[in-house]
C-alpha cells in the first residue's frame, strides 16, 4: 500500500520562470499513477501544520517574519528563495502533509509513505528560507517522530546537501542524518569532516561526490560510509529526502543517475526500516519533469514490489576514490573529536 498526501500542488505559490514551480508536483504525481496501484494508493488529505509542531524546528521568530513577509506579498527571500502572499499557506500544507503522511503509516502500521510536496524543505534552516525552501518538510516530521520517542534515521540523497536538515538535528542523538550529494555545489556544506555536534558524535554522515559520478557511487557511499552508523543506530523510522534532481537529464547539477538507480536506492534505504509502515518519501529537488516522473515510480516501485519502465542502473569508477576519502575523513573527524571530548572530561 502506498499512501500519499496530496499532492500539494500549491499552484497559488508560483513565480513564472522559476524551477520550482507547480508542474513539478503534476510530474511527480503522474509517476504514482504509473505505477497502476488500483486500490493499493491512498490519497490523504494535507493538513496545516501547526505552530507548535513547526516550533519544533523553527524559531518562533521566522515564523512569525515569514508569515508577515508573505502577508505583505512576498517578494525575494534571498537570490533563490522567493515568496508570494499565499506561500505561507502552502508551507503550512507541505509541512502537514508529511506529518499526515507519517500519523498515516502508524495507524496502519503497514504500506510505504510519499510526502508530494512544494515547495521542497531541506535547505530552510531554523531561523531562515534557503535553497527554494521555505518550511524543513522533512524535520518537522522527523523531530515529531523524535519527540515521541522514535530514532530516525533521515536519508538525503538530493544532489544538494540538506544543510537544514544537518543544522537542525546537528546536535540531537536521536536523529541520524546521511547524505550523499555532489560536490562541489550549492550550498557549500556537507563535508565528510562534519559529523555532528558533541551530543550526537557521528549522527551526521555526509559522502560528497564529484561531478560525473552515477549509480555505483551513491551505493558504495552508503554501503561503505553509512552503513556502519546506520546499523549502530538502530532507527524505528526512515525518511527519505527524495530529491531526483541527481538524474542524469537535470540541469541543475552534473551527476549521472538514471531512474534505474533511484530504484536501487530506494531498495537500500527501504531494507533499513524495521518493520513495515515505518518508511515515507519526502520530495524535494527535481527539475526536469520526466525525469521526476520516471524516478518517482521507480523509487516507490522499488519498495512496494511493482513493475516499472525504469532505465538501467549506471555504473562508474569515478567516484570511488571521493567514497574512500570520505570514509577516512569521516574516521580522522570522529576520532579527533572523542580524543578532544577524553582530554575535556579528564581536566573537568
Same mark, same amino acid.
Given at each position: 500500500?502506498?499512501?500519499?498526501?496530496?499532492?500539494?500542488?500549491?499552484?497559488?505559490?508560483?513565480?513564472?520562470?522559476?524551477?520550482?514551480?507547480? +508542474?513539478?508536483?503534476?510530474?511527480?504525481? $503522474?509517476? @504514482?499513477?504509473?505505477?497502476?496501484?488500483?486500490?493499493?494508493?491512498?490519497?490523504?488529505?494535507?493538513?496545516? =501544520?501547526?505552530?507548535?509542531?513547526?516550533?519544533? @524546528?523553527?524559531?518562533? =521568530?521566522?515564523?512569525?517574519?515569514?508569515?508577515?513577509?508573505?502577508? $505583505? %506579498?512576498?517578494?525575494?527571500?534571498?537570490?533563490?528563495?522567493?515568496? #508570494?502572499?499565499?506561500?505561507?499557506?502552502?508551507?503550512?500544507?507541505?509541512?502537514? $502533509?508529511?506529518?499526515?503522511?507519517?500519523?498515516?503509516?502508524?495507524?496502519?502500521?503497514?504500506?510505504?509513505?510519499?510526502? *508530494?510536496?512544494?515547495?521542497?524543505?531541506?535547505?530552510?534552516?531554523?531561523?531562515?528560507?534557503? %535553497?527554494?525552501?521555505?518550511?524543513?518538510?522533512?524535520?518537522?516530521?522527523?523531530?515529531?517522530?523524535?519527540?515521541?520517542?522514535?530514532?530516525?534515521?533521515?536519508?538525503?540523497?538530493?544532489?544538494?546537501?540538506?544543510?537544514?536538515?544537518?543544522?537542525?538535528?546537528?546536535?540531537?542523538?536521536?536523529?541520524? !542524518?546521511? +547524505?550523499?550529494?555532489?560536490?562541489? *555545489? !550549492?550550498?557549500?556544506? %556537507?563535508?565528510?569532516?562534519?559529523?555532528?555536534?558533541?551530543?550526537?558524535?557521528?549522527?551526521?554522515?555526509?559522502?560528497?561526490?564529484?561531478?560525473?559520478?552515477? %549509480?555505483?557511487?551513491?551505493?558504495?557511499?552508503?554501503?561503505?560510509?553509512?552503513?556502519?552508523?546506520?546499523?549502530?543506530?538502530?532507527?524505528?523510522? @526512515?525518511? #527519505?529526502?527524495?530529491?531526483?534532481?541527481?538524474?542524469?537529464?537535470?540541469?541543475?547539477?552534473?551527476?549521472?543517475?538514471?531512474?534505474?538507480?533511484?530504484?536501487?536506492?530506494?531498495?537500500?534505504?527501504?531494507?533499513?526500516?524495521?518493520?513495515?509502515?515505518?518508511?515515507?518519501?519526502?520530495?524535494?529537488?527535481?527539475?526536469?519533469?520526466?525525469?521526476?516522473?520516471?524516478?518517482?515510480?521507480?523509487?516507490?516501485?522499488?519498495? *512496494?514490489?511493482?513493475?516499472?519502465?525504469?532505465?538501467?542502473?549506471?555504473?562508474?569508477?569515478?567516484?570511488? =576514490?571521493? #567514497?574512500?576519502?570520505?570514509?577516512?575523513?569521516?574516521?580522522?573527524?570522529?576520532?579527533?573529536?572523542?580524543?578532544? $571530548?577524553?582530554?575535556?572530561?579528564?581536566?573537568?
Amino acid at each position: 500500500m502506498l499512501i500519499v498526501s496530496g499532492p500539494v500542488e500549491s499552484a497559488e505559490h508560483h513565480r513564472a520562470g522559476h524551477p520550482e514551480r507547480p +508542474s513539478r508536483a503534476r510530474a511527480a504525481m $503522474a509517476g @504514482v499513477e504509473d505505477l497502476h496501484l488500483g486500490g493499493e494508493l491512498r490519497m490523504v488529505e494535507a493538513l496545516p =501544520a501547526t505552530r507548535d509542531q513547526l516550533t519544533l @524546528v523553527h524559531d518562533p =521568530a521566522y515564523l512569525d517574519e515569514l508569515q508577515a513577509f508573505c502577508d $505583505a %506579498g512576498g517578494g525575494d527571500l534571498d537570490p533563490d528563495t522567493y515568496a #508570494v502572499s499565499r506561500s505561507w499557506e502552502a508551507a503550512k500544507l507541505a509541512a502537514g $502533509a508529511g506529518l499526515r503522511v507519517v500519523d498515516e503509516l502508524r495507524r496502519e502500521e503497514e504500506g510505504v509513505g510519499f510526502a *508530494l510536496v512544494r515547495p521542497p524543505g531541506h535547505h530552510a534552516v531554523a531561523d531562515r528560507a534557503m %535553497g527554494f525552501c521555505l518550511i524543513n518538510n522533512v524535520a518537522v516530521a522527523a523531530a515529531a517522530l523524535a519527540e515521541g520517542g522514535e530514532r530516525v534515521l533521515v536519508v538525503d540523497w538530493d544532489v544538494h546537501h540538506g544543510n537544514g536538515t544537518q543544522a537542525i538535528f546537528w546536535n540531537d542523538h536521536r536523529v541520524l !542524518y546521511v +547524505s550523499t550529494h555532489q560536490w562541489p *555545489l !550549492y550550498p557549500g556544506t %556537507g563535508r565528510a569532516r562534519e559529523i555532528g555536534g558533541p551530543d550526537a558524535l557521528g549522527y551526521s554522515v555526509n559522502i560528497p561526490v564529484p561531478p560525473g559520478s552515477s %549509480g555505483d557511487t551513491l551505493r558504495r557511499a552508503i554501503d561503505e560510509v553509512a552503513l556502519p552508523a546506520i546499523e549502530t543506530f538502530g532507527a524505528t523510522w @526512515v525518511l #527519505v529526502s527524495a530529491g531526483f534532481d541527481a538524474h542524469r537529464a537535470d540541469h541543475m547539477a552534473e551527476l549521472g543517475l538514471s531512474s534505474g538507480d533511484f530504484a536501487r536506492l530506494a531498495s537500500l534505504v527501504g531494507s533499513f526500516a524495521p518493520a513495515p509502515g515505518r518508511l515515507a518519501f519526502f520530495l524535494e529537488g527535481g527539475y526536469d519533469l520526466e525525469a521526476v516522473r520516471s524516478s518517482v515510480a521507480a523509487s516507490l516501485g522499488a519498495v *512496494l514490489g511493482a513493475e516499472t519502465d525504469a532505465e538501467p542502473p549506471t555504473g562508474d569508477e569515478i567516484g570511488r =576514490a571521493a #567514497v574512500r576519502r570520505a570514509k577516512t575523513e569521516r574516521e580522522e573527524a570522529l576520532r579527533s573529536a572523542r580524543q578532544w $571530548a577524553t582530554s575535556e572530561r579528564i581536566l573537568q
